[in-house]
């Protein structure tokens, strides 16, 4: 089978690329600018099936307007690339951050509405947009399916991806303290096979939430240091703390242009909700995510076998 995949170079893009590699589909990968329609439309001709992953995530705000650009805009504009070129389906790949985590004593499933209010940060309600203006396309005829991944781990991650750099800092000692807190953390190869469950299975017009299993970050640490055998940093920094630093991190990306450690964004993740059920997809597409300890010894043993590990 044909098939085209933006944001192929990504953590996620990486693996699916070489699972669809795998079982014999033959893959445009192309450098492609989402902004640039006429590009896409000639990338997809010919195509049976469209990923749809190129995104921007961020932790800085919407970044001069290059996260609604490549969210939102992008996004709409390869699903109407898509349903040009005559695809006979798209997946759309968003993110859980698409929904308004509130309340968080109610499971988030995909029926919880979006985050399109403005006291959302710019990348959660770019995601939403971006789902939005994919949701249009759906409604003129495109056949599509959108997939909500929760927090990202796991093998291969060849760049490394934010979390897989929180991995080697560990190992590496550079981790001089961990913030209270924890997300919802799934392993990249169970996101790969739900993606491609949803393309041959999913319902036309449907949301699939791949989640896996909350842990908080110091959970997370403690996993890596058994398996390491390097102890994780003693000290947590309580989230009011760390708010108050956050921006003065802020203010150091924006003279310095590095990215900051974190950022009130990054803090509001890490005290979203804890349940974000995947219920439907288990149900739907046979969707089931292999355990959080599976995921980091497995990540450590890419790393240590390509060279990344002391």
């Given at each position: 089978m044909r098939v085209a995949v933006t944001g192929g170079t990504g953590h996620l893009g990486v693996n699916l690329v070489r699972a669809l590699e795998a079982r014999g589909d033959e893959v445009r990968n192309h450098r492609v600018d989402v902004a640039d329609r006429p590009a896409l439309e000639q990338c997809f001709d010919g195509v049976e099936v469209v990923f749809h992953l190129a995104a921007l995530i961020s932790i800085t705000g919407d970044q001069g307007g290059k996260v609604t650009a490549t969210n939102v805009t992008g996004a709409e504009n390869s699903a109407r690339a898509a349903y040009k070129a005559g695809v006979?389906?798209?997946?759309?790949?968003?993110?859980?951050?698409?929904?308004?985590?509130?309340?968080?004593?109610?499971?988030?499933?995909e029926t919880r509405a979006r985050a399109f209010g403005p006291r959302h940060a710019a990348y959660d309600r770019s995601k939403a947009l971006g789902e939005k203006a994919v949701r249009a396309v759906f409604s003129e005829g495109l056949d599509g399916v959108v997939i909500h991944p929760s927090g990202i781990l796991g093998p291969a991650d060849p760049r490394p991806s934010r979390m897989g750099q929180f991995f080697l800092d560990l190992q590496h000692r550079r981790m001089p303290a961990l913030t209270e807190g924890g997300f919802d953390w799934v392993d990249v190869r169970d996101v790969v096979d739900g993606i491609l469950a949803a393309a041959e299975r999913g319902r036309a017009g449907e949301s699939y939430i791949l989640s896996g299993y909350w842990r908080s970050v110091r959970e997370l640490a403690e996993l890596a240091a058994a398996i390491t055998g390097v102890p994780a940093p003693k000290l947590t920094s309580p989230m009011w703390a760390a708010r108050l630093g956050a921006p003065f991190m802020t203010a150091f990306n924006r003279v310095t242009g590095i990215e900051p450690l974190y950022t009130s964004e990054a803090l509001d993740a890490l005290e979203a909700n804890h349940v974000l059920s995947h219920a439907k997809a288990a149900r739907e597409l046979g969707y089931s995510p292999r355990p959080t300890p599976e995921t980091v010894r497995d990540l450590y043993t890419w790393f240590g076998a390509n060279g990344r590990l002391r």
């Amino acid at each position: 089978m044909r098939v085209a995949v933006t944001g192929g170079t990504g953590h996620l893009g990486v693996n699916l690329v070489r699972a669809l590699e795998a079982r014999g589909d033959e893959v445009r990968n192309h450098r492609v600018d989402v902004a640039d329609r006429p590009a896409l439309e000639q990338c997809f001709d010919g195509v049976e099936v469209v990923f749809h992953l190129a995104a921007l995530i961020s932790i800085t705000g919407d970044q001069g307007g290059k996260v609604t650009a490549t969210n939102v805009t992008g996004a709409e504009n390869s699903a109407r690339a898509a349903y040009k070129a005559g695809v006979r389906r798209f997946v759309h790949v968003a993110s859980v951050h698409a929904f308004d985590m509130h309340p968080l004593d109610a499971p988030v499933d995909e029926t919880r509405a979006r985050a399109f209010g403005p006291r959302h940060a710019a990348y959660d309600r770019s995601k939403a947009l971006g789902e939005k203006a994919v949701r249009a396309v759906f409604s003129e005829g495109l056949d599509g399916v959108v997939i909500h991944p929760s927090g990202i781990l796991g093998p291969a991650d060849p760049r490394p991806s934010r979390m897989g750099q929180f991995f080697l800092d560990l190992q590496h000692r550079r981790m001089p303290a961990l913030t209270e807190g924890g997300f919802d953390w799934v392993d990249v190869r169970d996101v790969v096979d739900g993606i491609l469950a949803a393309a041959e299975r999913g319902r036309a017009g449907e949301s699939y939430i791949l989640s896996g299993y909350w842990r908080s970050v110091r959970e997370l640490a403690e996993l890596a240091a058994a398996i390491t055998g390097v102890p994780a940093p003693k000290l947590t920094s309580p989230m009011w703390a760390a708010r108050l630093g956050a921006p003065f991190m802020t203010a150091f990306n924006r003279v310095t242009g590095i990215e900051p450690l974190y950022t009130s964004e990054a803090l509001d993740a890490l005290e979203a909700n804890h349940v974000l059920s995947h219920a439907k997809a288990a149900r739907e597409l046979g969707y089931s995510p292999r355990p959080t300890p599976e995921t980091v010894r497995d990540l450590y043993t890419w790393f240590g076998a390509n060279g990344r590990l002391r």
